[in-house]
């Protein structure tokens, strides 16, 4: 194969050199020679358009020769025939030449198409709590509930009860000192002590007292004393052969510990109160109501 490209390219450059120097310079291949080139000088147009056919086919065999003789047999170069133009010599076929630095980068196409719509996104975390909204309007009345139980005991009123009720059994003989009634009505809480005539006051607020006295032979002038001083004055005039009532009655305000009872006062004959089994004089007082501070 090789050795048949080799005689092929032989015999191209001999048809150059034939179209160049205008003589034939392979007498001694007529075979050949008369299939690829004309035996004789060329005249005119067709021996030019033969010549550039011979060299388009030269050159599309040089790189086959050119490997093949540097491969197998570098150096030698094929015999070139006796009789060409002087000066002429054929040279060596050249390496093929390193590859170019790169090119300058491209300009920028143009934008593309928009793409079609994207799929939709996840949601977004919670918002905020909005605003309270007006108040709606008012409900219809509801129905009674069950009755509650039945509270506690409250605190005794035992301690804020105090009251008494005494009358006299006999008439009074003695003046500038405590009446004392001995007739007891009522006293539950022992305020009232019948031996002094005295009532003691165990629970401060206010009280009222009220008295009534049976009015026999003589004027009486009798006060409620608070504390060695009397506080409440009443008089009464006494007439022959009658029965008199004498009667008063105040609210005042005690503390703890403080005393009232009633006493004839002045001087003179005044201690006309009088009592039997069917005309009584009596003396009252209760709590009215206590203080709560
Ligand atoms: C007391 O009153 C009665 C009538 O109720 C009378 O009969 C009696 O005598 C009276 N006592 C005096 C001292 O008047």
Redesign the pocket.
Known sequence: MSTRLQRLDHLLLTSILTAVCGSDPTPEAPTEDTLLSPSHPVEGDKGLRMLLLQAVLLLLVLPSHGQDTTTKEPGVVPALPSGVCSGWMAGIPGHPGHNGIPGRDGRDGTPGEKGEKGDEGLAGPKGDPGKSGVPGLEGPRGFPGDQGRKGDPGESAYVYRSAFSVGLETRVTVSNVPIRFTKIFYNQQNHYDGSTGKFHCNIPGLYYFSYHITV?LKDVKVSLYKNDKAVLFTFDQYQDKD?DQASSSVLLHLEMGDQVWLQVYGTGEHNGI?A?N??DSTFTGFLLYHDTN
């Open positions: 026999y029965l009088y039997d069917v005309n």
